[in-house]
């Protein structure tokens, strides 16, 4: 039985010893006059790990690229647990535009990600800047380059055709 917490809230705590692989939950609640309500339909499967780590990503940045041509982005990617999703977020460096998002697709090839950058997404106006978020199986996420550590984004100068 969940108790009330306040107005329209209702709380329960799970016995640690009831944690464990399998822990799955749902919430049903039943008014004044017995009729019953369950949310979600389907039992909600939880996680139960020990691992704290997200993944870890090498990436070599690109310092250059051309202007209004396609841009391959790649990384390497691993996780003990496996590697749920890699995503690449990219913009001009304007702060008038807002990140596009692309889904980096495995090569096949030892962790290896990669993703193109449409070249209609590459104008000549502004350089480029790109980063990465990345997930786990087990929930564990992290956005690289690391903030804590650096410019949580990589600058890529544009080749311009007036340039040499």
């Known amino acids: 039985p969940m108790e009330k917490a306040a107005e329209f809230l209702y709380c329960v705590?799970?016995?640690?010893?009831?944690?464990?692989?399998?822990?799955?939950?749902?919430?049903?609640?039943?008014?004044?006059?017995?009729?019953?309500?369950?949310w979600p339909a389907e039992p909600v499967a939880v996680t139960v790990t020990t691992d704290a780590d997200p993944p870890a990503l090498t990436h070599t940045p690109i310092a250059s690229a051309p202007a209004e041509r396609p841009l391959t982005v790649a990384a390497t990617v691993r996780d003990p647990a496996g590697v749920k999703w890699v995503r690449l977020r990219y913009r001009s460096v304007t702060q008038f535009d807002d990140y596009r998002t692309l889904e980096m697709e495995p090569t096949g090839n030892g962790?290896?990600?990669?993703?193109?950058?449409?070249?209609?997404?590459?104008?000549?106006?502004?350089?480029?800047?790109?980063?990465?978020e990345v997930m786990d199986r087990v929930g564990n996420g992290r956005i690289y380059p690391d903030f804590e550590r650096e410019t949580p984004y990589i600058v890529v100068k544009l080749q311009r055709a007036e340039e040499p």
């Open 13 to 38: 705590e799970i016995p640690a010893a009831a944690v464990a692989e399998g822990l799955s939950y749902f919430i049903e609640a039943t008014d004044g006059a017995g009729r019953r309500a369950r």
């Open 111 to 132: 962790g290896g990600y990669r993703a193109v950058v449409p070249a209609e997404h590459i104008p000549a106006r502004w350089d480029f800047m790109y980063f990465f």
